[in-house]
């Protein structure tokens, strides 16, 4: 079946470090790929999508390139703030099913 | 547009007790889901459905009912809350194509049964 992997957290940084979060999936065929922020206290956000192979969704100044050699969809921003503390969820869907798949979660606190 | 509305925000119940957690949409969306979010855990889908009158079990639908009479409304109901139900519970919706959109989730509603 389809499943998402994240790494594990919680990811402590530095305010204007680099930032990476892992995400490896697996799923037949050409599955859309996402990434949702949940900020403390709040329900998911969509950050970014991808819904093909070598698409790179961008937003915030957050950036994932979907990789269909690797079956990677990592999350990145080149700095981070203290405002990006938060949960950050990986998930997919495949072809015509109803529902995405989620990853655990990565918690990620931003230190000033 | 309001997105999606859960009501009520807060809630805590008694062992053994009923209630009916509220979710609504006003985008008219097609699809809607209920989740649940123990502490650092991931979401487990309780329910879904995919139009009014059509609803599904997710992995977790032990415990709950759901309903889906308009487009807009999709409640949840707790018939006999036990402490395992503690956890917050998000509503979600989507259009048909979700390959294509994702979903939208309400903010939540925290539920502790004591």
């Known amino acids: 079946g389809n499943s998402v992997t994240q790494m594990e957290g919680p990811v402590t940084l530095s305010e204007e470090a680099f930032l990476t979060i892992n995400c490896t999936y697996t799923a037949t065929g050409y599955p859309s790929l996402f990434w949702y922020v949940q900020y403390p206290g709040e329900g998911l956000q969509l950050l970014l999508k991808a819904t093909k192979a070598d698409d790179k969704g961008s937003n915030k100044g957050f950036e994932a390139t979907y990789r269909k050699e690797t079956t990677s969809f990592h999350l990145e921003k080149g700095s981070v703030q203290v405002s990006d503390s938060a949960v950050y969820f990986c998930?997919?869907?495949?072809?015509?099913?109803?529902?995405?798949?989620f990853g655990s979660g990565t918690q990620l606190t931003v230190l000033p | 547009n309001a997105g999606v509305t859960q009501t009520p925000k807060f809630r805590i119940l008694k062992i053994g007790q009923s209630m009916t957690l509220q979710c609504a949409q006003d985008?008219?969306?097609?699809?809607m889901y209920w989740y649940r979010q123990d502490p650092g855990m991931g979401l487990k889908l309780i329910y879904y459905?995919?139009?009014?009158?059509?609803?599904d079990k997710g992995e977790v639908p032990n415990g709950y009912n759901v309903s889906r009479s308009t487009t807009e409304d999709f409640p949840l109901r707790l018939e006999l809350a036990a402490p395992s139900q503690t956890s917050v519970y998000f509503c979600a919706s989507s259009w048909r194509e979700v390959k294509e959109h994702g979903y939208t989730f309400g903010s939540g509603t925290r539920l502790t049964v004591v």
């Open positions: 985008m008219n969306h097609n699809y």
């Open positions: 459905s995919v139009g009014a009158g059509i609803t």
């Open positions: 998930a997919l869907i495949r072809g015509s099913a109803r529902q995405l798949t």
